[in-house]
């Protein structure tokens, strides 16, 4: 296969366009460079030439002055800035304009943010999902009928990277849900989705490849001993040195497979493509709960797929341009 111009949409740390009273996490899902220079080994690797095209805005104003370079396929690591529909944007111009691109659609990538319509979707293929409602007001929280006992969990119905989470997500009463959900509608413009607490052991799934798609290893996922939320999720809101981990899993052969199995009907339901990561929790009887798809996933080296690098004993780059390969498979470009 011919060296191939590889553009990358991508919306790096520092540059979202922040409004007066924004949250101080409303960019927690843009990207550090180190995830770009990652992709550009991983693409070099396999014998392409990526091309740094920018956000959706500098695609949509490349576009629109007749300005975009050469490029024969395109990889979308962007978040957008606002709305549920924000990681569509890109796939959405890059398929305007006739480019083919790796990753899942715009379809996918808007369904499986609204957290409430992926946990709808992935249930109808037999995965088990936490009982939720979603809140759009303080009002409705005063006096709504509750998806569980408490404790409840409380976070933005439609972003991702744990934005909008912090210890006090987790609550023990009506009080401090109408809080709670008061906050989120208020800093995130967004309702809030209202969900049982599950206390047990968290778990993320990789998934990789098409017909048939693939898991990689299981990975747990540290808990904040206090709150019992994941630590990711929490640690940037704690005072420094105050984080305590705890990982209370065991993972055992019947559980990696029980994990696996939901994960691939989740990718599978949601029409995923080329690589994912399904997040789990158990319940206190250890029976497993769907918590979010993310096709999006961040390909940052600190991140997942440096971590089972890391356990496969080879680079991040390496384990990056199989997932990569995968892709141009599909689109028949490899």
């Not at 007749?66 to 398929?95: K, S």
């Not at 969900?195 to 990689?216: I, K, M, Q, S, W």
Request: proline share 8%; net charge negative.
């Amino acid at each position: 296969m011919a060296s191939l111009a590889f553009g990358l949409l991508f919306d790096l740390l520092g540059s979202f366009p922040r409004r007066p009273g924004d949250p101080d996490d409303i960019d927690a899902e843009f990207e550090p460079e180190a995830t770009l220079v990652l992709l550009e080994s991983a693409l070099r690797a396999l014998g392409h030439e990526p091309v740094r095209l920018g956000s959706p805005f500098d695609l949509l104003a490349q576009l629109g002055k007749g300005e975009l370079p050469p490029i024969d396929v395109a990889l979308n690591v962007a978040e957008g800035t606002r709305g549920r529909d924000r990681e569509g944007w890109a796939p959405v111009l890059l398929q305007m304009a006739g480019i083919p691109a790796l990753g899942s659609d715009a379809l996918t990538l808007s369904a499986t943010l609204d957290k409430s319509w992926a946990a709808a979707l992935v249930a109808t293929a037999g995965v088990p999902v936490v009982p939720q409602r979603s809140l759009g007001s303080a009002g409705e929280a005063e006096t709504t009928a509750l998806p569980a006992c408490f404790p409840l969990f409380v976070k933005p119905r439609w972003e991702g990277t744990a934005k909008g989470i912090r210890p006090s997500s987790r609550v023990e009463d009506r009080a401090a849900l109408v809080r709670e959900v008061a906050r989120i509608v208020a800093d995130y413009d967004q309702p809030a989705l209202v969900e049982a607490f599950l206390p047990g052991a968290e778990y993320t799934v990789t998934v990789v490849g098409n017909a048939p798609a693939r898991a990689l290893p299981v990975l747990q996922r540290a808990l904040d001993a206090e709150s019992g939320i994941g630590l990711h999720a929490v640690e940037r809101h704690l005072p420094p040195g105050a984080a305590r981990p705890r990982t209370p899993g065991t993972l055992g052969g019947a559980l990696e497979r029980e994990l696996v199995e939901l994960a691939l009907r989740a990718y599978t339901a949601l029409e995923c493509r080329d690589f994912a990561r399904a997040d789990f929790k158990l319940d206190a009887q250890g029976r497993a709960y769907f918590l979010e798809m993310n096709p999006l996933p961040t390909f940052d080296p600190s991140g997942s797929f440096g971590i089972l690098a890391e356990l496969e004993g080879r680079a991040p780059e390496a384990l990056v341009a199989e997932v990569l390969a995968l892709g141009l498979a599909r689109l028949g470009l490899a």
